[in-house]
């Protein structure tokens, strides 16, 4: 069983920057397509970014694009992301989410999507606030 444990949240004022950590145990993170989702108080999870088995490919959704960066290290069996320009908006617990890449998971089409991300970590809270 792939077990998933996110680290890295905080309080941060607008405009700051944070980075999420995503390190697995049970089995190694270079077969799974990695993502991160959120979810804000009273909202729904929305998808934030995924990266590929070999870190080549990523995918962002719009609210986040060209402020986080999601990168991998397969050596060090853990997917990072770099969030900056942090909003307000941007406050929500941050889910670490995994994606066998023998499912078919797409990395931009499928990033997000329930019926491949069956891994979840516990969510680490992440608050942009003055």
């Known amino acids: 069983q792939l077990q998933i444990v996110e680290s890295g949240g905080g309080v941060v004022q607008p405009g700051g920057s944070l980075r999420l950590s995503c390190t697995a145990s049970?089995?190694?993170?270079?077969?799974?397509?990695v993502g991160w989702l959120r979810q804000a108080p009273g909202k729904e999870h929305e998808g934030v970014s995924c990266?590929?088995?070999?870190?080549?490919?990523?995918y962002y959704f719009d609210s986040v694009k060209g402020r986080f960066t999601i990168s991998r290290d397969n050596a060090k069996n853990a997917v990072f992301l770099q969030m900056d320009s942090l909003k307000p908006e941007d406050t929500a617990f941050y889910y670490c989410?995994?994606?066998?890449?023998?499912?078919?998971?797409?990395?931009?089409?499928?990033?997000?999507?329930?019926?491949?991300?069956?891994?979840w970590g516990q969510g680490t809270l992440v608050t942009v606030s003055s």
């Open positions: 989410v995994a994606a066998s890449r023998y499912s078919g998971v797409r990395v931009a089409q499928d990033c997000g999507v329930n019926s491949f991300f069956t891994n």
């Open positions: 049970g089995y190694t993170l270079d077969s799974y397509v």
């Open positions: 990266i590929s088995t070999n870190g080549l490919s990523t």
